[in-house]
């Protein structure tokens, strides 16, 4: 039971465009939502949060928007740069059971086109 | 930033031994701490929670007897594989969440198993 998904394995765009990642998740006992940045044999990088009482974060060139009764959010990168081609993760966090969880989609690959 | 270091980067034994990874959060104290694994051109797949003082909790699947975690302080936490198999062998990464829950987790580098 995949409790984050992310169904694009992969998204190319050019650069100096926007780059769009989205990510559905099933649980509501997620309050709290992240994503990361992975390159591979590395752990991941905390990119940017998003609580479940936000529409909306931003910071720089990302921003992520949450759509709490669609259960689904999505990663804006603007512009994006070949820099930022890489793995990225949606990640879920909340506590159920008396234990807290964070839980990962399966990811999806960026490649910025130069 | 907040740094969570893992020990070792990288290890391979042999069939039926035990391996010892170890995560520590460098500049914060860590109450949670997350185990998972990855599998090559897979997600991080969540392992277990980790509290400092109290037993681990165990995601389905996950056979607790085989993946000991202790975290006995509030920098520190232990992933043991008992008697390895290669079908253990796999990526493992812990992250440490510094403040309230919802906070932000850093994640260690990771520790490549290899089980020959």
């Known amino acids: 039971d995949q409790q984050v998904k992310q169904n694009s394995p992969s998204l190319s765009v050019q650069e100096g465009r926007i780059s769009i990642l989205n990510c559905d998740y099933t649980?509501?006992?997620?309050?709290?939502f992240l994503w990361y940045k992975k390159y591979p044999a590395e752990g991941p990088t905390f990119l940017i949060s998003?609580?479940?009482?936000?529409d909306k974060n931003e910071d720089g060139r990302f921003t992520v928007f949450l759509n709490k009764s669609a259960k689904h959010l999505s990663l804006h990168i603007v512009p994006s740069q070949p820099g930022d081609s890489a793995v990225y993760f949606c990640?879920?966090?909340?506590?159920?059971?008396?234990?807290?969880?964070?839980?990962f989609g399966k990811g999806t690959k960026l490649t910025v086109n130069p | 930033g907040a740094v969570v270091s893992q020990h070792p980067s990288w290890v391979i034994c042999k069939s039926g031994t035990s391996v010892k990874i170890e995560c520590r959060s460098l500049?914060?104290?860590?109450?949670?701490m997350f185990w998972y694994r990855q599998f090559p051109k897979q997600s991080l797949m969540l392992m277990a929670t980790?509290?400092?003082?109290?037993?681990?909790?165990?995601e389905q699947g996950v056979e607790k007897d085989k993946f000991l975690i202790n975290h006995a302080s509030l920098t520190l936490s232990t992933l043991t594989v008992t008697s390895a198999h290669p079908e253990d062998s796999s990526f493992y990464i812990c992250?440490?969440?510094?403040?309230?829950?919802?906070?932000?987790?850093?994640f260690g580098p990771g520790t490549r198993l290899t089980v020959t």
């Open positions: 992250s440490a969440r510094r403040g309230l829950a919802g906070g932000w987790a850093y």
């Open positions: 649980n509501s006992m997620f309050d709290y």
């Open positions: 998003i609580s479940s009482i936000k």
């Open positions: 990640a879920a966090s909340g506590t159920q059971g008396g234990s807290e969880k964070l839980v």
């Open positions: 500049d914060f104290q860590a109450t949670t």
């Open positions: 980790s509290n400092e003082g109290s037993k681990a909790t165990y």
